[in-house]
């Protein structure tokens, strides 16, 4: 069978191959790209599989990035793209159930396949496009079916973070788990406490996020792997992400971005923790200190919604980021947003910086040599009363109101 490979991606990408074979290496695009190719989805990086070994590729391409050549991966840089460049290699024994303890170069791309995870993942094609599917991938991606390359227990004993991979990959493609490929993981669930947390996350985030959530989001549960997840032995965890579900449901229809501070914020809405919980479970999760305060304002700014708290004051608070997400969150779950959106876009200010007069000022008008607690409290005040539209952010206003406010 030939692939089309009119895409931009892989036209970019040809020189790049072309190099190799040119020096006499055998050289592949790998993995998802081939897979999202054969299912016409957007493409959003390409892996390329070689015969050349780490130092070979690094002699061949002037600027590359060494990002584990011991395992035989290495990035070249090339008019200005990253392609992650994989030498063909076999793994030894896994004895930790999370990395090979080592890894052997081979010369042959059919080896190279073996070790690879899911059978859709496991294609390959070359530069004209010619495709080589050893372990029957394109009847996988035409019957929708997550299936382990080889024997399922084995492969999820070698390398436990493959169960997560099995799940998100069928949220991401609406696709089923096959059913020995599904039964592995249910016998071998608890095997999942062996991986890192940080490489859970990425799986979890794209499960998540993935466009057939709302088809599939019963799978952790099903599979069992859902209660080794930290804060998912909650009993309510099922429920929570069923719940999740329907609220993803109308953006995914409507092609909506699904933020990742979004989604677990309402996901932890429904697992119903307080804010201390919250910031404990997103922390757990190694979750960035960025992503955590995103998440919590979420939160905040839905819980005042829904308790019909939220004001000029309590809006203008927010990042424009939060609340952009959140109404249009709410918008598409037909919560009239009219009003807010009127508020937010006719903030009179949009930060503290732009009143007229600062704390310097303040103290100046006030004949004070030192600041403290009353410039900051003023302030506020100011800043309250500009923002609620009882007072213009003019001077001569502002020294009146300060006057009134010291009577
Ligand atoms: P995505 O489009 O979501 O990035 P992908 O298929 O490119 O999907 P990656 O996680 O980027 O997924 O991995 C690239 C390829 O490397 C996979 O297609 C698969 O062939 C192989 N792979 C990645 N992780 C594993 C693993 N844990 N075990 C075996 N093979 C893996
Ligand atoms: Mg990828």
């Known amino acids: 069978m030939w692939l089309d490979l009119k895409n931009k991606y892989f036209t970019q990408a040809m020189p790049v191959m072309s190099e190799l074979v040119d020096k006499g290496f055998e050289a592949y695009f790998v993995g998802g790209c081939v897979r999202d190719l054969l299912l016409d989805d957007p493409i ?5 599989a070689t015969s050349a070994r780490p130092e070979e590729i690094q002699a061949i391409f002037p600027s590359t990035i060494d990002v584990g050549a011991e ?8 008019q200005q793209q990253p392609y992650e460049i994989t030498t063909f290699r076999t793994e030894g024994k896994y004895s930790d159930y999370r990395r090979p303890d080592s890894v052997e170069f081979v010369r042959d791309l059919k080896e190279d396949t073996l070790r690879r995870d899911f059978t859709i993942n496991a294609m390959a094609c070359d530069l004209d496009g ?5 372990h029957g991938g394109f009847a996988d991606l035409e019957l929708g079916l997550i299936r382990a390359v080889g024997d399922p227990s084995a492969r999820f004993q070698e390398d436990a973070l493959r169960m997560m991979r099995a799940v998100r990959f069928a949220s991401k493609l609406g696709f089923k788990i096959e059913r020995a490929t599904f039964s592995a993981i249910q016998s071998l669930s608890e095997l999942i406490t062996k991986i890192a947390i940080e490489r859970i996350r990425i799986e979890m985030d794209k499960f998540l996020i993935g466009d057939y959530f709302f088809k599939t989001y019963l799978s952790l549960q099903e599979t069992g792997l859902i209660v080794y997840l930290p804060g998912f032995s909650n009993p309510v965890a099922g429920q929570a992400l069923a719940d999740l579900a329907q609220d993803l449901k ?13 989604v677990w914020a309402l996901l932890l809405g429904h ?11 997103l922390r757990a999760w190694t979750h960035s200190n960025q992503m955590i305060s995103e998440t919590l304002e979420i939160i905040e700014f839905l819980q005042e919604e829904s308790r019909g708290q939220l004001n000029a004051w309590s809006i203008y608070q927010y990042s424009d980021l939060t609340v952009e997400r959140c109404l249009s969150y709410l918008q598409v779950h037909g919560v009239d947003t009219h009003d807010y959106l009127t508020i937010w876009q006719n903030l009179p200010i949009k930060n503290r910086q732009e009143i007229v007069m600062d704390g310097r000022c303040l103290m100046a008008y006030l004949q004070m040599d030192q600041g403290g607690p009353i410039i900051g409290r003023l302030l506020q005040q100011v800043e309250k009363a500009i923002v609620q539209g009882e007072l213009m952010n003019q001077e ?12």
């Open 396 to 407: 001569e206003a502002i020294k009146e109101f300060i006057d009134q406010y010291q009577d």
């Open 44 to 48: 959003h990086d390409i892996d390329i």
């Open 271 to 281: 697992l119903g923790l307080d804010t201390g919980a919250c910031k404990k479970m």
């Open 71 to 78: 395992h035989g991966t290495i990035i070249v840089l090339y």
């Open 130 to 134: 010619k495709l080589y599917d050893y």
């Open 250 to 262: 109308p953006m995914i229809e409507n092609d909506m971005d699904r933020p990742l501070p979004l």
